[in-house]
């Protein structure tokens, strides 16, 4: 089954930026049963953890979040870029190769003691979700794991995620 996933993820060359071989993963979205295979690998061994949200990271998090949601009958939760979301926020900042950015997350989305999924179609550095893991842990949430379609295993993004249990379908 992953390999049939795998062939639906296509490599673009140099986008956006030189040296970057990225990841494009709209041809497995335009896939309905591939897709949906996806969401079945990605919630395995979650549908009956308790899990109360699962959060999803902009904007390709929110694709496989939302749908991953729904799946173990969870609530879902938006982390967004910078100044898009309505209410008060709580961010967090984190360093890129050249500069920084910077995650805001509804000061009011997850209480403490809740169950967490983090959830983002690639693992690069874990620079992003780190941070958004350190926005869940200042309100007092519990993250069980986080999941990823991809995960680019050469960069060693695990060993940024404190200690998080992390699962990921493909690996490169
Ligand atoms: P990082 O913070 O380095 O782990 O980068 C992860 C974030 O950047 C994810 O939200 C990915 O969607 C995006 N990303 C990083 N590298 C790639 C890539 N090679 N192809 C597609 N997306 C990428």
Redesign the pocket.
Known sequence: MVDSIKKLIRDIPDFPKPG????DITPLLAHSAEFANTIQLMAEGFRDQGIDRVVG?ES??FIFGAALAIEIGAGFIPIRKPGKLPYDTISEEYELEYGNDRVEMHVDAVREGQKILMV??????????GACCSLIRSLGAEIVSAVFLIE?SF?E?RKRLMGIPVRSLIEY
């Open positions: 970057i071989v990225f990841k990271i390709r998090g983002d179609d690639l693992l690069a550095t874990g620079g992003t979700m680019l960069l993004g």
